[in-house]
């Protein structure tokens, strides 16, 4: 009878252990995404969603794809959500309004740790203990149309180059950083299983932040600004509301737009929150970055990736 009892007992932990790897494992590469709309063989530009306020007034221009109750924060922290969706044309209402962070946002002037690009006379915030950083890409294949003359290139994006410049502005801050170059093409629905991956391996390093870097599509109108006087991309991130722990990976973002804002107004033009995980399910200060459009010349994103790590060194800073 002690035989029988143990027995049950073993197998009752080999059904334990079994369901708890079976979790794990899909947890680990399972990663549901929509498709990001890529230019077709007779297209060089890619097409975006527009999404209008009940006003007809347009309030955002993404490649993201966009679903019903899916939310948008803007540059002025107002927050919409989309109530209907024809085609690639969106209408969303308004959730809340707030100014909050705006008002000392527009009375301040940057503070840039790479004084070459965008010239400031404000000291540069020093690194108050060690903190590590990690970047990699799904879509490895984007680029910036006017400078490379094409908006995808497999395997050999413009999007790695600007990965490079936000890595290499965090480390000049005194940021470490493992920027992953690790390819996940085609640009298809399994990219994200492809990279999520990638991310779990860079996770082992127990980092401070993970940044997925993309480019949007859009008007270059959507993404062009000034900071300090030189021509800047904007920056949007993207957070998924189907991660359970959404709201942390959210208030990271909401964080980074803050400080953002205090420090280059202007240079974020917006949080949202669309359908998907976007593997952030894996940690909760893993952030999706839009970095300009294909519509736009690389160096622009360039710019802003440097004025984004910036922001970033202030805001690990904080813990």
């Known amino acids: 009878m002690e035989t029988l009892s143990r027995r049950y007992i073993w197998v009752f932990f080999g059904i334990l252990v079994a369901v708890m790897i079976g979790a794990y494992v899909l947890n680990t590469f399972r990663a549901p995404m929509l498709k990001k709309p890529v230019p077709g063989?007779?297209?060089?530009?890619?097409?975006?969603?527009?999404?209008?306020?009940t006003f007809g007034v347009t309030i955002l221009e993404t490649g993201v794809p966009v679903q019903i109750d899916d939310q948008y924060i803007n540059e002025n922290n107002i927050q919409y959500i989309v109530i209907r969706v024809e085609g690639q044309n969106a209408v969303a209402d308004i959730v809340t309004s707030s100014s909050e962070g705006n008002d000392s946002a527009h009375d301040n002037?940057?503070?840039l740790a790479n004084p070459p690009l965008i010239n400031t006379n404000v000291p540069t915030v020093a690194v108050?203990?060690?903190?590590?950083?990690?970047?990699?890409?799904?879509?490895?294949?984007?680029?910036?149309?006017p400078t490379s003359g094409q908006a995808s290139q497999p395997g050999a994006g413009d999007i790695y180059t600007v990965g490079n410049t936000l890595a290499d502005s965090m480390?000049?801050?005194?940021?470490?950083?493992?920027?992953?170059?690790?390819?996940?093409?085609?640009?298809?629905?399994n990219a994200y299983h492809r990279s999520r991956r990638t991310l779990a391996q860079l996770l082992k390093e127990q980092p401070d932040a993970a940044f997925d870097i993309h480019r949007d599509s859009a008007r270059a109108s959507a993404y062009l600004t000034t900071i300090n006087g030189v021509d800047c991309s904007r920056v949007?991130?993207?957070?998924?509301?189907?991660?359970?722990?959404?709201?942390t990976n959210l208030a990271y973002a909401k964080r980074i737009k803050a400080q953002a804002d205090e420090l280059y107004?202007?240079?974020v033009r917006g949080i949202f929150m669309g359908k998907g995980n976007y593997n952030q399910d894996l940690y909760p200060t893993a952030i999706l970055f839009e970095i300009g459009t294909d519509s736009i010349p690389l160096v622009l994103a360039e710019n802003a990736a440097c004025c984004l790590g910036d922001v970033i060194l202030h805001v690990v800073n904080q813990g």
């Open 109 to 111: 002037a940057g503070t």
């Open 236 to 247: 949007m991130m993207v957070v998924g509301r189907s991660n359970p722990n959404m709201k």
């Open 128 to 145: 108050t203990a060690p903190r590590h950083a990690v970047v990699y890409h799904t879509h490895t294949d984007e680029s910036y149309l």
């Open 41 to 53: 063989p007779d297209e060089q530009v890619s097409s975006y969603y527009i999404v209008k306020d």
């Open 171 to 189: 480390r000049k801050s005194g940021i470490s950083v493992t920027h992953s170059v690790n390819a996940h093409d085609p640009h298809d629905r």
């Open 265 to 267: 107004p202007g240079l």
